[in-house]
């Protein structure tokens, strides 16, 4: 089986070909080599059984789309995206990467499969997110509710979905679309999306560091870790596309927490002296933009077809202890 | 007022160009001039208060889109459209016309909305369908309803509304999407759309021809009137778009029926011969293809922001005889 993961040199990207080395194989089928692509040039995982290309191009020129499929990839994880943030700062670039770029890949791979009359027909793994939710939410978003994006990464998303969606439906690959939940804890440098103060209030006090909380203890929010996510890209991969039937777009499992219970769980897993670290400096800006954020979403399909997330936010914290900092508190 | 009509040689773009000449305003301003705009050359309505410039063109193609927005029409509707059938059988055609085209058009009045400071900043009345919801339905689709297409047609109208919406939350226009239920009756020939049939049974009886029935009596659908249909475009371009919020895209008001019941009504009004003109021959591929469809909206937005259909089928019968059989049945 021949693997492409478009976007690789992305977090969850690189976190999913390190699974798939580990892996060796998906579904049974033995992998037999990586195509990995980003607008940077990924790199391999370490120790890989299979041969890994690493491919540097902007999948949404002209042409480029069409070098990607060219060498027929059975699986197709596509992964790229302008985040939330700069999207929403660049009109232009957002559309042009997520929505365009989108459009060009599916288009290249409809090519050939209409050149092989059907024969070359991938899965690919889309990966959209919350964000195609617009408030005002229901307590819970339910599988059937509608996607009135106040982003236009959110738009940008929706499309994907609905391209991906119909595609399929004509038969010219088999989609399957995942809605993350925002991801945490993220690893790395603190940034200042938005969002970030999600990742940064564990991350930066389990490293020993002082981290801002800019809103409330009662902010809920709808969280997966990175483990979960790459758990939910490889089932997605897995799955067997005949039940999910026509509706490919799924809502995945998460975990619905307010951030007092992130504080209460980070206290439970290492203590008084790491929350301490936690500063409370409200910032209006954050307070107004995190209030139209989806709270919980209901995603009875996805864990009828077996995807799975964490269960509390303890596990949350102590997969990040395990996979980023080799089991040691700061 | 400059008002510009994409899509203004089909059936509801005459019916709507023929409002406007009658009304000469929009919301207390008078309409000053109108393009109207079609693939092929749509004709001015008669005894027209105001002149109108008609325009053949594929909106489309490269510059195209520009030209028409280049007199900066102050209120847009955008009518053009590959219809379902077709857009299904020649997918190319459907995605550069439904999708790339409603694209182009935006982009092109976001350049001039960009290049003027934001001072050109028009009211886009666009045209969606109930082909953005997909079987299995609730009983009743509410306006928060998901929308999972099962035609190409329908996945280009839910990408034209996720657009239509972005644009408008950046400023960049002022849009109202608006999903119209099946027109009925519709004038003209029996055509071969799968939906044909709705309309043949009771317009060619009331003209004195057999139609054929190819579904039962039980089939339940969801209507509106040619008339309803352009008095949702005409209040979609003076409601206030304050009242709308974000969400800029409006399940239309209309009338649930079975076949049978539109029977009733025709026999109420038109009595048992014409009745008898209608031929029960069924079709086991129009069964299937209808089985998939809505049968009843609950558009609770839309009614509470004035938009009104017909209350029963004898309404929709009467308004077909007073505006294409000059009151006159046969």
Same mark, same amino acid.
């Given at each position: 089986?021949?693997? $492409?993961?478009?976007?690789?040199?992305?977090?969850?990207?690189?976190? /999913?070909?390190?699974?798939?080395?580990?892996?060796?194989?998906?579904?049974?089928?033995?992998?037999? @080599?990586?195509? /990995?692509?980003?607008?940077?040039?990924?790199?391999?995982?370490?120790?890989?059984?299979?041969?890994?290309?690493?491919?540097?191009?902007?999948?949404?020129?002209?042409?480029?789309?069409?070098?990607?499929?060219?060498?027929?990839?059975?699986?197709?994880?596509?992964?790229?995206?302008?985040?939330?943030?700069?999207?929403?700062?660049?009109?232009? $670039?957002?559309?042009?990467?997520?929505?365009?770029?989108?459009?060009?890949?599916?288009?290249?791979?409809?090519?050939?499969?209409?050149?092989?009359?059907?024969?070359?027909?991938?899965?690919?793994?889309?990966?959209?997110?919350?964000?195609?939710?617009?408030?005002? *939410?229901?307590?819970?978003?339910?599988?059937?509710?509608?996607?009135?994006?106040?982003?236009?990464?959110?738009?940008?998303?929706?499309?994907?979905?609905?391209?991906?969606?119909?595609?399929?439906?004509?038969?010219? *690959?088999?989609?399957?679309?995942?809605?993350?939940?925002?991801?945490?804890?993220?690893?790395?440098?603190?940034?200042?999306?938005?969002?970030? *103060?999600?990742?940064?209030?564990?991350?930066?006090?389990?490293?020993?560091?002082?981290?801002?909380?800019?809103?409330?203890?009662?902010?809920?929010?709808?969280?997966?870790?990175?483990?979960?996510?790459?758990?939910? $890209?490889?089932?997605?991969?897995?799955?067997?596309?005949?039940?999910?039937?026509?509706?490919?777009?799924?809502?995945?499992?998460? /975990?619905?927490?307010?951030?007092?219970?992130?504080?209460?769980?980070?206290?439970?897993?290492?203590?008084?002296?790491?929350?301490?670290?936690? @500063?409370?400096?409200?910032?209006?800006?954050?307070?107004?933009?995190?209030?139209?954020?989806?709270?919980?979403?209901?995603?009875?399909?996805?864990?009828? /077809?077996?995807?799975?997330?964490?269960?509390?936010?303890?596990?949350?914290?102590?997969?990040?202890?395990?996979?980023?900092?080799?089991?040691?508190?700061?």
């Amino acid at each position: 089986m021949h693997v $492409l993961i478009i976007g690789a040199a992305g977090m969850v990207g690189r976190k /999913l070909a390190e699974r798939l080395a580990k892996n060796g194989q998906i579904n049974g089928k033995t992998i037999s @080599k990586a195509t /990995l692509h980003d607008v940077v040039e990924p790199s391999a995982p370490a120790n890989c059984p299979f041969p890994c290309t690493t491919v540097a191009s902007d999948y949404s020129l002209p042409g480029e789309a069409e070098k990607l499929v060219a060498g027929h990839p059975d699986m197709i994880f596509h992964l790229a995206a302008i985040v939330s943030g700069e999207a929403e700062q660049n009109f232009d $670039l957002g559309y042009r990467i997520n929505c365009d770029g989108t459009w060009q890949l599916f288009e290249a791979i409809r090519a050939i499969n209409t050149e092989t009359k059907g024969a070359y027909h991938p899965r690919v793994v889309f990966t959209s997110s919350i964000a195609v939710f617009g408030a005002p *939410f229901p307590p819970a978003i339910g599988d059937e509710f509608f996607t009135t994006p106040l982003t236009s990464y959110g738009t940008q998303k929706a499309i994907g979905e609905l391209l991906l969606a119909d595609y399929t439906r004509k038969g010219f *690959f088999d989609g399957i679309g995942i809605r993350l939940p925002t991801i945490c804890v993220r690893p790395g440098k603190p940034n200042k999306a938005a969002s970030g *103060f999600f990742s940064n209030i564990l991350r930066e006090p389990l490293a020993g560091h002082e981290a801002v909380l800019p809103v409330e203890d009662t902010v809920r929010h709808w969280h997966a870790s990175p483990r979960s996510a790459v758990g939910f $890209l490889v089932h997605a991969a897995e799955i067997d596309g005949e039940k999910v039937g026509p509706r490919r777009n799924l809502s995945m499992p998460g /975990l619905s927490a307010t951030v007092g219970e992130q504080i209460d769980a980070l206290r439970r897993v290492a203590g008084d002296k790491v929350v301490a670290r936690i @500063k409370r400096v409200p910032d209006p800006a954050i307070i107004k933009i995190v209030s139209g954020w989806a709270e919980r979403c209901d995603p009875q399909r996805a864990i009828a /077809l077996g995807f799975v997330a964490e269960k509390n936010f303890d596990e949350i914290i102590r997969a990040h202890i395990e996979d980023e900092l080799n089991g040691q508190i700061a």
